[in-house]
């Protein structure tokens, strides 16, 4: 879970900060940079699997090799930032695996990862330009510490005792920075067990990727938590295409980030349901339920073509009529994937969507709302198979949904006057809650009711009124 997110120099994002609970809806009009809170957060995620280099090409779907690095730093039409940092404290899973399989236990649960890139221009002993890794640090959050640090609403025993553990026992955190004799910054790697050695250094400008990136044994186990946190952290783009495809048998088993192998996942859920004994058309029945208020539908289920070895997702009308699911509405198919990761508890990990209202007709938006809303954990009952460790952050601009979300809940993205490192007024993003909000009361900037106007009035030009089309009606 991704509790607080930091950054500073990144696209549009100067001096920027943000606390996120469960369940998160960041509303600000187009434009005003939204999408770039998710692309911070994507490229702590790339970082963990990918080269420095690769993932800065990869943010923002980009993939281009010829793509000019420089647009990953803020910069105005004066200064350009020469480096980015971005801070995430999260909490992480006590039991991983590493890559190969072998069980590992994080020494602490509660974490601070925090890197900062820079951008150093081409020379003559550099043929091009390149990013370099300037820092990166990963601290333990202590128990006291985290009963100030976890702003939102929860449950003391229920919750907070259960996902947060902190054996660590001396000062120093898991990676920490020093500078050597020459000048040069060292990334130092510190044991679990509290060895008060050395610890083992690289250079932090040579690295290609990161020490998240690289740890991939049980050697290092909350290096290794940290990464792992990271990597279940998904941003989805549904696409009607992928989520009408049917599967093949060897096909990945969990729902990806364009909504495709939802075949394949059903199949594996009800099958895990049999292994254990429980009826697999319960799990069929857990996913009609939500569907069945959208459209007039009495079953789903998995449909086996041994001879072709394909799995496709059907539905059973009320007519009797059986349909595959490719013949469902775009909006309706968003409406089963959701349902789907739903019922699936090993599908965890923070989700983010942007503009989770697309092909969803308005007067369905409060179900779309209710599903995003359970897929997120409930902190105030503890995490299980019933309850999945998931966290959703949802960016729109539809006063529709807008509309339908809890106060608490809601972020306004808006721009804000700050000054550059220059002493030069600048404009930049800002996220922040409505007064009377658990944000407001933990001291957060907040901002008052009538900064939703636009989403709560109607807009200028506004054609059809309800009173209007209601004269004559008896």
């Known amino acids: ?25 960041i509303a600000g009009p187009n434009g005003v940079g939204k999408s770039n809170i998710f692309d911070a957060i994507r490229f702590l995620s ?21 793509s000019d ?13 020469a480096q980015f940092r971005i801070a995430a404290e999260m909490i992480v899973d006590k039991q991983v695996k590493d890559d190969f399989g072998r069980p590992a236990e994080a020494t602490s649960t509660f974490l601070r990862y925090e890197i900062k890139i820079g951008y150093e221009e081409a020379t003559s002993s550099t043929a091009m330009s390149h990013l370099t890794l300037l820092s990166e640090t990963l601290n ?34 898991f990676i920490s920075v020093e500078t050597a004799d020459d000048g040069q910054t060292e990334i130092i790697v510190h044991q679990d067990g509290g060895s008060r050695g050395p610890g083992q250094r690289a250079p932090a400008n040579k690295a290609p990727s990161t020490i998240v990136g690289t740890s991939n044994t049980s050697a290092t186990p909350t290096i290794l938590a940290a990464r792992r946190e990271m990597q279940k952290w998904r941003f989805l783009a549904l696409e009607p295409s992928a989520m009408r495809r049917p599967d ?32 697999p058309a319960d799990v069929y029945a857990k996913v009609t339920n939500r569907l069945a208020g959208l459209v007039p539908i009495s079953d789903i289920i998995v449909d086996v073509d041994a001879v072709r070895q394909l799995l496709t997702v059907q539905v059973k009308e009320r007519t009797g009529i059986t349909l ?39 007067a369905k938006m409060a179900e779309m709302v209710r599903l995003l809303q359970d897929l997120a954990v409930n902190v105030h009952d503890a995490p299980g198979p019933d309850n999945p460790f ?63 106007l636009a989403y709560l009035t109607d807009p200028p030009g506004v054609q059809l009124r309800l009173p209007s089309l209601l004269n004559g009606v008896e």
């Open 324 to 362: 595959p699911a490719a013949s469902l509405s775009d909006g309706t198919l968003r409406f089963l994937a959701l349902s789907v990761l739903v019922v699936d508890s090993q599908s965890d990990g923070l989700i983010c969507i942007e503009e989770p209202e697309n092909g969803i007709h308005p």
């Open 140 to 173: 333990y959050i202590t128990k006291g510490e985290a009963a100030r640090r976890l702003k939102f609403p929860h449950d003391v025993q229920s919750f907070r005792d259960r996902v947060i553990t902190n054996n660590r026992r001396i000062k120093s955190g």
């Open 390 to 452: 998931r966290q959703v952050i949802v960016a729109t601009h539809s006063p529709v949904f807008v509309k339908l979300i809890n106060r608490n809940d809601l972020l306004c993205a808006i721009e804000a006057k700050v000054k550059t490192t220059n002493g030069l007024p600048t404009r930049t993003l800002r996220c922040r809650p409505l007064d009377d909000t658990w944000r407001s009361k933990a001291g957060e900037v907040s901002v008052g009711d009538g900064t939703l």
């Open 248 to 279: 093949r048998f060897q096909d990945d088993t969990f729902v990806n980030a364009n909504g495709g192998h939802l075949p394949a996942t059903l199949y594996r859920l009800a099958s895990d349901a049999e292994k254990h004994r429980d009826d």
């Open 46 to 66: 790339l970082l963990t699997e990918h080269k420095i280099i690769e993932a800065a090409q990869m943010v923002r779907g980009n993939g281009m090799e010829g």
């Open 1 to 25: 879970m991704l509790t607080r997110l930091e950054v500073d120099g990144f696209k549009n994002l100067l001096n920027f900060a943000v606390d996120f609970a469960p369940f998160n809806c």
């Open 69 to 81: 690095l420089r647009d990953l730093f803020w910069s105005n039409s004066s200064e350009r930032a």
